[in-house]
């Protein structure tokens, strides 16, 4: 069955750069998503990518995807206070109307 | 982007009561909709996959008659929680796709819903 596994937490200090990293186990994923989410609020779309790229880069945001390995990394640049949060992957299988499944989170502590 | 709200954002009940969440795509149709749940410390783990003008699809262990959902137009979908529990008590998420090729989908800012 489908699997998402992520590591559950990562420290870093604010100017560094995070990497967080997420396994999955099903190759037919065809999309994988990062979100963020805060204390208390609901999950904000960070980015995504389509199984058939290895990489996309979006401002401080550059995600990695490795299709033979099933792995998927996000990496913060310049990391800040304001990005300390939950972040979750999560792939999908189709394009037409198919939920996520998520991994269970990695909390990002961004100490100044 | 496109938002997508919830209301309430907090609510506390009764045990033995009925509550109604309430998930409305604010600028755009979505003709799918999802009802997540959270638990402190947890993944999303999707509870239904609501469609406009039909049925719910619920995951399995999701009691279909406690959990009822409606999707009554492009822009809302409702989640009731019937007979509530305390062990109901969680985080409950909707998301809505925008159109029936979008591959974003856009989460409201939860419920969290405390049964006493």
């Known amino acids: 069955g489908e699997d998402v596994e992520q590591s559950l937490f990562l420290s870093v200090r604010e100017g560094d750069s995070s990497v967080i990293n997420c396994t999955y186990t099903?190759?037919?994923?065809?999309?994988l998503y990062w979100y963020k989410q805060e204390p208390g609020a609901g999950l904000q779309l960070l980015t995504y990518?389509?199984?058939?790229?290895d990489m996309k880069q979006d401002q401080r945001l550059t995600v990695l995807l490795n299709k033979k390995d099933k792995h998927l990394s996000l990496r913060i640049a310049d990391t800040q206070t304001g990005d300390s949060a939950i972040y979750f992957c999560?792939?999908?299988?189709?394009?037409?109307?198919?939920?996520?499944?998520f991994g269970k989170g990695t909390t990002l502590s961004v100490s100044s | 982007g496109a938002v997508v709200s919830q209301h309430p954002s907090r609510v506390i009940c009764k045990s033995g009561t009925s509550v109604k969440i309430e998930c409305r795509s604010l600028d755009f149709q979505a003709t799918t909709m999802f009802w997540y749940r959270q638990f402190p410390k947890q993944s999303l783990m999707l509870m239904a996959t609501?469609?406009?003008?039909?049925?719910?699809?619920?995951e399995q262990g999701v009691e279909k008659d406690k959990f009822l959902i409606n999707h009554a137009s492009l822009t809302l979908s409702t989640l009731t929680v019937t007979s509530a529990h305390p062990e109901d008590s969680s985080f409950y998420i909707c998301?809505?796709?925008?159109?029936?090729?979008?591959?974003?989908?856009?989460f409201g800012p939860g419920t969290r819903l405390t049964v006493t």
């Open positions: 999560a792939e999908t299988f189709s394009q037409a109307g198919t939920a996520l499944i």
């Open positions: 099903d190759s037919s994923s065809t999309y």
């Open positions: 990518i389509f199984s058939n790229m």
């Open positions: 998301s809505a796709r925008a159109g029936t090729g979008g591959l974003e989908q856009y």
């Open positions: 609501s469609n406009e003008g039909s049925k719910a699809t619920y």
